[in-house]
């Protein structure tokens, strides 16, 4: 039986995320805890993937509009045709549609990173049936284990590995808590881009050409977002946007929702516990259709 050879860009048993070089039996990276089964979906389609980055500070709603993307990108949304690599591709789109179907918002993701979900796709426009198909790989990283590799850089390697190789990536940011008049919001997309400028730099006093969707997430609660998402952006969330102004080359700012309806009930132990009353998925397909537009077009 013959057997696919390593591709040019990785070594035997290399993380595909750190490049460091694991035992060949290793399950997850000794170095970043990136899942190993990712360098074999590279070997067998024998090309590198182009990665996105999902970003954005706990409870902002990464997980769940990662699932609606995915599923709707199996549904051929968009016009966009995607086949997932790997059963565990299809877990997290699975496990967010199960619990918005029971009315409930998904758990938070670990801190750990062995325990991210992360997706490999292979997408090409579906109206294109000659168009090549290309590697696409998005992960689903804990807001908290984000917020700490920004205060303190090196804490998790498997940050600074996607980053790096991160073709292009999608912000999320809070746009009810924004609306609201909290300066919260502004600060950690500020810092965060801070990060972000200087995983992407090209240069001394070059701005960033890697595509950057800025995505206005729970707009269902100001859906003044929608009319306008720049020019909610330049007033809500003036501090990121002159940052992007003067240190990324392209950046576009779009407006999202999940949830048509919410109510609120009571625990056992007196919290109150958000509930999704039905889904109602606006704005999902539009900033990754625009990433991918960019990317195809390089």
């Known amino acids: 039986m013959s057997t696919l050879s390593t591709p040019s860009f990785l070594a035997s048993g290399q993380c595909l995320i750190c490049d460091r070089v694991n035992q060949a039996d290793a399950v997850v990276c000794c170095a970043c805890g990136a899942p190993m089964t990712l360098i074999n979906e590279a070997i067998e389609q024998q090309r590198e993937p182009r990665i996105i980055t999902i970003l954005g500070e706990s409870n902002v709603g990464k997980t769940v509009y990662l699932g609606f993307l995915l599923d709707m990108l199996s549904k051929r949304a968009g016009g966009l045709e995607a086949i997932p690599k790997g059963a565990y591709s299809v877990n997290l789109q699975q496990a967010v549609i199960a619990y918005m179907s029971a009315r409930q918002f998904p758990p938070k993701t670990p801190l750990e990173v062995d325990h991210w979900k992360w997706a490999y796709y292979q997408v090409r426009r579906q109206r294109e049936l000659d168009e090549e198909w290309f590697d696409l790989l998005l992960p689903d990283m804990a807001g908290e284990a984000l ?10 390697r ?30 950690f997309a500020l810092k965060l881009m801070s990060y972000v400028d ?26 003044e977002c929608f009319d306008n998402p720049r020019v909610f952006a330049q007033t809500n969330l003036n501090r990121l946007w002159n940052l992007c102004d003067s240190r990324f080359q392209n950046v576009e700012f779009f407006a999202a929702s999940t949830v048509g309806a919410l109510g609120f009930a009571t625990s056992d132990n007196g919290q109150v516990i958000p509930m999704p009353l039905h889904a109602a998925p606006r704005g999902i397909m539009e900033p990754f259709e625009w990433i991918l537009g960019r990317i195809q077009a390089d």
């Open 147 to 156: 917020a700490e590799e920004i205060e303190t850089p090196q804490t998790y």
């Open 158 to 187: 498997a940050i600074t590995g996607l980053l790096s190789k991160s073709m292009g990536a999608l912000l999320l940011i809070d746009a009810a808590v924004a609306a609201s008049g909290s300066p919260h919001p502004d600060y």
């Open 198 to 223: 200087k995983a992407f730099a090209i240069g001394r006093g070059a701005r960033a050409k890697n595509p950057i969707a800025v995505v206005l997430c729970k707009a269902d609660y100001c859906p």
